[in-house]
């Protein structure tokens, strides 16, 4: 028999802990993608309990549905529209009072069955903060539940609770509601009746009280509807409005919606009142007293400083291990397959393109799980927060305020979704200035390019060069953001108002989920675009298969065959091992100048030498140029690139060793990773960008911008350094 199917929508402010409550219900059983239209992150998770299949939607967090930005206009519409069975209102129960106002909005839409989650009531109760829980049930006709969701407690019972909302025949009658003042709710009644009176208002499926209450605010979404949906009869309903709202507006000395607000606020006091009380004996706020460190202006900044810099270390360190790991599982592979499959093209695509392709990026997952898992840790603590906090002062000399750092830190991920955040901010000048600095933190696909010079290179300080090149795409953006501001953007200073949420013990569980939603983005580049990135590489670097070389290296290793041959025969049995091993040197060096005049005789080498000149003087060849040039597409096709072009087997170290030797230097080397770092962002950051501002304009100025300051910063450091005697 197949189960009945109940829909769940977790909604509440943003901090709640709604998506903390998401991942212990759901765990690893999520589906993520967009919401149709929007590019808003949509999470749904599938469980069966207590004989039902529940499907669990994570709404967007919103502080009120009054549709101002996307995220309001997404959770509010699937509520409106979707209608689910039971909408789970996740409340800091901390602070009572701010989430109610949320709360009691969606009492006011009376289209779903509403049951509150009262929320990390553990850190309420260490606040000296108590809620009557049954008493907050009966004055605003919802069930109410204690949870604490980064301890998985109360779980269980609140999805008991929702299957016996959703299976009650009917929503309660509201005993209690907003009333407002006599002149707005004769208004709310007129409309109401209006409203009513036209045949066709039933297919609108809304609250006939809440619309007309929207239509006082002005609501432009609801106005729409109505338009789409009573074509006929909307201008009436919508002058009747109108000349409401100028009345009351008249009457009452102010807007009618900042009057309403402020009347649901005073709705609430009279809730706070009779369901919360406040010890005297309180406990000092931990919080506030960690605040008074990692936020003072003297010691907050070195100690962020710090913790930026102990993550890249991190990074580096911790995941040479794993990275060791996977290299000898990719060299057992490569040489398993070497031995099994007979010689022809079709082992050198798969030796030489599949697995050095993606064999050279994939050993870089661990490092690139270790950033994911540090930069979820600064968010589940309450730390990013901070983080913008303390940078607002930085920020605000670009003109831009702390809230606009938390896309930029975000885009140490990953660039396409910490764009995509800075839809959270209201001016629009400040989005696109965000938009296009943004891109100049490096995101973790640049990482493995980074690993791969850096610890060729620099190796012990390998860790600190990373550090460094990560803050210098901070400067870059600051100093770009500067510019900006004060020539194409300018605006005055937005000024920062952003809620510090309460310290969290991070949860294991909510890490690792985290680091596997990650996990598999990078997986599934694996599986496509790197893999056919590499083929690609691999072909044009491959044929023409025939060419004429300047040297008869097979005649050059016989010379070498015969003249060790010789001496060995008279070498005494001692220096058999020597002679044996310098042979094999001569050998190998005249297969690797084979192998690089047929690297360059190859079509990839005449696109190679083609770009060179724009390369030359940043000191990287051609092949590094090609490298470059192929991170339009995605920057982790660069490695594999430079796997095919340098490496001359198939051991994934080999591109290292290659390296090494390939006349590179390490001033080259830091050239070559300040360019990666700033110029044209991968495809899908570009697109973003460009639907994110939708504008053409904004988006060719970014790859333009980007690429011309990666080349200047690249040949300043390179033929500087050279000037200074670095080379």
Not at 66 to 82: G, K, M, N, Q, Y
Not at 186 to 196: C, D, F
Not at 374 to 384: K, N, P, R
Not at 624 to 650: C, P, Q
């Given at each position: 028999?197949?189960?009945?199917?109940?829909?769940?929508?977790?909604?509440?402010?943003?901090?709640?802990?709604?998506?903390?409550?998401?991942?212990?219900?759901?765990?690893?059983?999520?589906?993520?993608?967009?919401?149709?239209?929007?590019?808003?992150?949509?999470?749904?998770?599938?469980?069966?309990?207590?004989?039902?299949?529940?499907?669990?939607?994570?709404?967007?967090?919103?502080?009120?549905?009054?549709?101002?930005?996307?995220?309001?206009?997404?959770?509010?519409?699937?509520?409106?529209?979707e209608?689910?069975?039971?909408?789970?209102?996740?409340?800091?129960?901390?602070?009572?009072?701010?989430?109610?106002?949320?709360?009691?909005?969606?009492?006011?839409?009376?289209?779903?069955?509403?049951?509150?989650?009262?929320?990390?009531?553990?850190?309420?109760?260490?606040?000296?903060?108590?809620?009557?829980?049954?008493?907050?049930?009966?004055?605003?006709?919802?069930?109410?539940v204690?949870?604490?969701?980064?301890?998985?407690?109360?779980?269980?019972?609140?999805?008991?609770a929702?299957?016996?909302?959703?299976?009650?025949?009917?929503?309660?009658?509201?005993?209690?509601?907003?009333?407002?003042?006599?002149?707005?709710?004769?208004?709310?009644?007129?409309?109401?009746?209006?409203?009513?009176e036209?045949?066709?208002?039933t297919?609108l499926?809304?609250?006939?009280?809440?619309?007309?209450?929207?239509?006082?605010?002005?609501?432009?979404?609801?106005?729409?509807?109505?338009?789409?949906?009573?074509?006929?009869?909307?201008?009436?309903?919508?002058n009747?409005?109108?000349?409401?709202?100028?009345?009351?507006?008249?009457?009452?000395?102010?807007?009618?919606?900042?009057?309403?607000?402020?009347?649901?606020y005073?709705?609430?006091?009279?809730?706070?009142?009779?369901?919360l009380?406040?010890?005297?004996?309180?406990?000092?706020?931990?919080?506030?007293?960690?605040?008074?460190?990692?936020?003072?202006?003297?010691?907050?900044?070195?100690?962020?400083?710090?913790l930026?810099?102990?993550?890249?270390?991190?990074?580096?360190?911790?995941?040479?291990?794993?990275?060791?790991?996977?290299?000898?599982?990719?060299?057992?592979?490569?040489a398993?397959?070497?031995?099994?499959?007979?010689?022809?093209?079709?082992?050198?695509?798969?030796?030489?393109?599949?697995?050095?392709?993606?064999?050279?990026?994939?050993?870089?997952?661990?490092?690139?799980?270790?950033?994911?898992?540090?930069?979820a840790?600064?968010?589940?603590?309450g730390?990013?927060?901070?983080?913008?906090?303390?940078?607002?002062?930085?920020?605000?000399?670009?003109?831009?305020?702390?809230?606009?750092?938390?896309?930029?830190?975000?885009?140490?991920?990953?660039?396409?979704?910490?764009?995509?955040?800075?839809?959270?901010?209201?001016?629009?000048?400040?989005?696109?200035?965000?938009?296009?600095?943004?891109?100049?933190?490096?995101?973790?696909?640049?990482?493995?390019?980074?690993?791969?010079?850096?610890?060729?290179?620099?190796?012990?300080?390998?860790?600190s060069?990373?550090?460094?090149?990560?803050?210098?795409?901070i400067?870059?953006?600051?100093?770009?953001?500067?510019?900006?501001?004060?020539?194409?953007?300018?605006?005055?200073?937005?000024?920062?108002?952003?809620?510090?949420?309460?310290?969290?013990?991070?949860?294991a569980?909510?890490?690792?989920?985290?680091?596997?939603?990650?996990?598999?983005?990078f997986?599934?580049?694996?599986?496509?675009?790197?893999?056919?990135?590499?083929?690609?590489i691999?072909?044009?670097?491959?044929?023409?298969?025939?060419?004429?070389?300047?040297?008869?290296?097979?005649?050059?290793?016989?010379?070498?065959?015969?003249?060790?041959?010789?001496?060995?025969e008279?070498?005494?049995?001692g220096?058999?091992?020597?002679?044996?091993?310098?042979?094999?040197?001569?050998?190998?060096?005249?297969?690797?100048?084979?192998?690089?005049?047929?690297?360059?005789?190859?079509?990839?080498?005449?696109?190679?030498?083609?770009?060179a000149?724009?390369?030359?003087?940043?000191?990287?060849?051609?092949?590094?140029?090609?490298?470059?040039?192929?991170?339009?597409?995605?920057?982790?096709?660069v490695?594999?690139?430079?796997?095919?072009?340098?490496?001359?087997?198939?051991?994934?170290?080999?591109?290292?060793?290659?390296?090494?030797?390939?006349?590179?230097?390490?001033?080259?080397?830091?050239?070559?990773?300040?360019?990666?770092?700033?110029?044209?962002?991968?495809?899908?950051?570009?697109?973003?960008?460009?639907?994110?501002?939708?504008?053409?304009?904004?988006?060719?100025?970014?790859?333009?911008?980007?690429?011309?300051?990666?080349?200047?910063?690249?040949?300043?450091?390179?033929?500087?350094?050279?000037?200074?005697?670095?080379?």
């Amino acid at each position: 028999m197949e189960q009945k199917t109940i829909t769940i929508a977790l909604a509440g402010n943003p901090n709640s802990g709604k998506t903390t409550i998401f991942n212990m219900l759901t765990g690893t059983r999520q589906k993520v993608g967009n919401w149709p239209g929007v590019t808003v992150e949509k999470k749904e998770g599938r469980i069966k309990k207590f004989g039902y299949d529940l499907s669990i939607i994570d709404l967007p967090g919103t502080y009120s549905l009054t549709p101002f930005s996307i995220e309001e206009i997404v959770a509010r519409d699937f509520i409106l529209e979707e209608k689910p069975d039971v909408v789970i209102n996740i409340i800091d129960a901390s602070n009572l009072e701010r989430s109610l106002y949320l709360a009691t909005q969606m009492r006011e839409l009376d289209c779903s069955k509403v049951m509150f989650a009262l929320n990390m009531h553990d850190l309420a109760r260490t606040r000296g903060i108590k809620i009557d829980a049954d008493k907050l049930s009966e004055l605003l006709d919802v069930p109410v539940v204690f949870t604490v969701g980064n301890k998985n407690e109360g779980m269980e019972a609140l999805l008991k609770a929702a299957v016996d909302l959703a299976e009650k025949e009917k929503i309660s009658q509201q005993k209690r509601r907003v009333q407002y003042n006599k002149d707005i709710e004769e208004a709310i009644h007129v409309l109401h009746n209006l409203i009513r009176e036209q045949p066709a208002w039933t297919g609108l499926g809304y609250d006939l009280r809440w619309m007309a209450i929207k239509l006082l605010e002005d609501d432009n979404i609801l106005k729409k509807r109505l338009i789409e949906k009573l074509p006929e009869k909307a201008s009436v309903i919508l002058n009747a409005a109108q000349a409401q709202r100028e009345a009351l507006t008249s009457r009452l000395d102010d807007d009618p919606e900042i009057i309403m607000t402020d009347e649901r606020y005073g709705f609430i006091a009279g809730i706070i009142k009779e369901v919360l009380t406040t010890s005297r004996s309180q406990r000092v706020d931990i919080s506030r007293a960690i605040d008074m460190v990692l936020t003072d202006r003297f010691l907050g900044f070195p100690i962020f400083i710090l913790l930026i810099w102990a993550m890249f270390q991190l990074t580096f360190t911790i995941g040479a291990y794993p990275m060791d790991w996977i290299n000898q599982a990719v060299k057992g592979l490569s040489a398993l397959l070497a031995a099994l499959l007979p010689g022809g093209i079709l082992k050198e695509l798969i030796l030489d393109g599949i697995v050095a392709g993606v064999g050279s990026v994939i050993v870089f997952m661990p490092n690139i799980l270790i950033l994911f898992f540090c930069i979820a840790l600064f968010e589940d603590t309450g730390y990013m927060a901070r983080a913008a906090f303390l940078m607002d002062r930085i920020m605000h000399l670009i003109g831009l305020h702390g809230k606009s750092f938390i896309p930029m830190l975000m885009g140490f991920g990953c660039n396409v979704p910490a764009i995509m955040a800075s839809r959270t901010l209201e001016s629009e000048k400040d989005r696109i200035l965000t938009i296009l600095i943004t891109p100049f933190m490096s995101c973790s696909a640049r990482l493995p390019i980074y690993i791969v010079l850096a610890g060729t290179f620099f190796s012990h300080r390998a860790g600190s060069v990373l550090f460094g090149i990560y803050i210098t795409g901070i400067i870059i953006a600051i100093v770009s953001g500067r510019l900006f501001r004060s020539t194409l953007l300018k605006g005055a200073d937005a000024p920062f108002v952003m809620e510090l949420p309460p310290y969290r013990m991070p949860m294991a569980k909510n890490l690792l989920i985290h680091m596997w939603d990650r996990s598999k983005l990078f997986l599934k580049k694996m599986g496509g675009i790197i893999l056919v990135g590499s083929v690609v590489i691999w072909t044009l670097s491959a044929f023409p298969r025939q060419v004429t070389y300047s040297t008869d290296y097979t005649a050059a290793q016989r010379h070498v065959e015969t003249e060790f041959g010789d001496r060995l025969e008279q070498a005494l049995p001692g220096d058999r091992t020597v002679l044996l091993q310098e042979m094999k040197v001569r050998l190998a060096r005249i297969d690797k100048l084979k192998q690089m005049e047929k690297s360059e005789k190859s079509w990839m080498g005449t696109i190679g030498k083609t770009i060179a000149p724009f390369f030359a003087p940043l000191g990287i060849d051609w092949r590094g140029g090609v490298a470059l040039l192929s991170g339009f597409v995605a920057k982790e096709i660069v490695v594999s690139t430079m796997g095919v072009l340098y490496a001359a087997d198939n051991e994934t170290d080999a591109l290292q060793r290659s390296l090494a030797v390939s006349g590179m230097t390490p001033l080259a080397a830091l050239a070559m990773m300040l360019f990666v770092l700033l110029y044209v962002p991968c495809l899908a950051t570009m697109t973003v960008i460009h639907r994110e501002t939708a504008s053409l304009k904004w988006t060719m100025f970014s790859i333009c911008y980007s690429t011309l300051i990666a080349w200047l910063t690249a040949f300043v450091v390179y033929q500087g350094g050279r000037l200074l005697g670095f080379a």
